[in-house]
């Protein structure tokens, strides 16, 4: 074979393509394409080949990236962050401490409420300077796109104000966003004793957000003090009459019956899924809803009952996982972490683990043709780590593994040398 690449990564150790014609669910989660000794070759900012060494030869290129036998895999993709908010919590740790509740908090005013105060107080440059510096982070955690939700508003203004923060960064950034509009993430203090009417002000931005592409994605918080099961399916089908993706951030703290709801609404994902029933369970299954799990918020909040991976994937759920980075329940961009957790505490397997941050996080957001694959014509969205296999990305913890990162075919982060 000649044909001519603009970039050739050669010796690679292991190339983890994640090539899959679709999202995975239950257990085709256990399988994955591993080539070992692999060459990539990138073409006009996308995945041009894959292939052994032997099957690469005659491959030429203007450019030669050597990887020492290093891992190479797919941008990872974060289905699920809070990534736009003025302030930060770090007062709340005491309280915690203290074993007050994350909805007592909520409850008093704080948590997600102060956080509401201080978004609302940040101008759309602070936000856009802020949140800048946190996807600065993903990326150097490997992280090529994420979903990003609104949600610190609660106001029309401020909602807007986010939803373009978010939209000027998809222009500047790197990282490719995902945007959901989260409107309905609490109850104001404004509308403490009338959530019906917060929800209709809420409903009455959805024809703007749509007409001026603020958001693909319309979540809504389902959690006992915050809007019940019937509220937030009243909300979310006329999300769906707009045209909007559905997410529900669902069964996080109390088990109200969110997930049965998503996967009845046919939502693209539901979220959190600490507390689902079995019947929950199978109905997403049925449904081919993604179960986003999100076992670093089950950790921050000093939990000990976590979300059940091991029931989702034998009932055949396409699982993915996410870091939900926020100011309260979350506060991490590392993904990488994440998936150690999901390790210890969710049970999952190294090959299930990749599965859910690339080709399921993919499907999560709307992103099935672009991220989580480093196959022919795909972007050539690619991490090159500092390890051997990927299996010893969850296991060894607590550190960023990261040597390269290339966005479109360029190399976006570096942190040495390769061969360091
Ligand atoms: N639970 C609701 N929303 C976020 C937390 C937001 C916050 O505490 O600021 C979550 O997904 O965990
Ligand atoms: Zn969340």
Not at 176 to 204: C, Q, R, W, Y
Request: overall charge negative; hydrophobic content about 40%.
């Amino acid at each position: 074979m000649a044909e001519t690449m603009d970039v050739l990564v050669t010796n690679i150790g292991q190339l983890l393509t994640m090539a899959s014609s679709g999202p995975k669910a239950g257990k085709e989660m256990q399988t994955l394409e591993v080539i070992e000794g692999a060459v990539l070759g990138i073409k006009d900012g996308k995945v041009a080949f894959t292939g052994t060494a032997d099957e690469a030869a005659g491959l030429t290129a203007s450019e030669t990236i050597d990887c020492g036998g290093k891992l190479v895999t797919p941008g990872l993709v974060d289905p699920h962050t809070h990534a736009v908010f003025g302030g930060s919590r770090e007062h709340e740790m005491a309280l915690k401490q203290q074993g007050v509740p994350y909805l007592d908090i909520l409850k008093q005013g704080g948590g997600i409420l102060s956080t509401v105060e201080a978004t609302r107080a940040a101008s759309e440059e602070e936000l856009v300077r802020k949140s800048s510096f946190y996807l600065d982070r993903m990326l150097s955690l490997g992280t090529t796109t994420a979903e990003v939700k609104s949600g610190y508003g609660l106001d029309v203004n401020t909602e807007l104000k986010q939803l373009y923060v978010t939209k000027k960064l998809q222009d500047k950034h790197p990282v490719d966003l995902v945007s959901t509009f989260l409107g309905a993430h609490a109850i104001p203090k404004s509308h403490k004793d009338n959530s019906d009417v917060f929800l209709e002000e809420m409903s009455g931005m959805l024809q703007q957000v749509k007409d001026e592409k603020l958001a693909e994605f319309v979540d809504i918080f389902t959690e006992t003090g915050v809007f019940t099961v019937e509220q937030s399916e009243k909300y979310l089908r006329k999300a769906k009459e707009y045209g909007f993706g559905l997410k529900i951030h669902a069964d996080e703290i109390d088990p109200l019956g969110g997930t049965e709801m998503a996967a009845g609404l046919g939502a693209v994902s539901a979220d959190h899924l600490v507390g689902s029933t079995d019947e929950g369970i199978r109905k997403m299954a049925e449904s081919r809803t993604v179960a986003v799990l999100l076992p670093g918020t089950t950790f921050y909040l000093g939990k000990h009952t976590y979300a059940r991976a091991r029931k989702m994937i034998e009932e055949g759920v396409i699982v993915s996982l996410a870091t939900d980075f926020n100011p309260g329940s979350s506060p991490t961009e590392n993904l990488q972490l994440i998936m150690t957790i999901a390790a210890l505490q969710l049970k999952m397997s190294p090959e299930e683990i990749w599965n859910a941050v690339t080709v399921n996080a993919a499907h999560a957001i709307g992103r099935t043709e672009q991220a989580g694959q480093l196959k022919e014509g795909r972007n050539a969205d690619i991490v090159i780590w500092d390890a051997a296999n990927y299996k010893y990305i969850p296991y060894h913890y607590g550190v960023n593994h990261v040597n390269t990162v290339l966005k479109n075919g360029k190399v976006v982060y570096q942190r040495g040398k390769i061969s360091d």
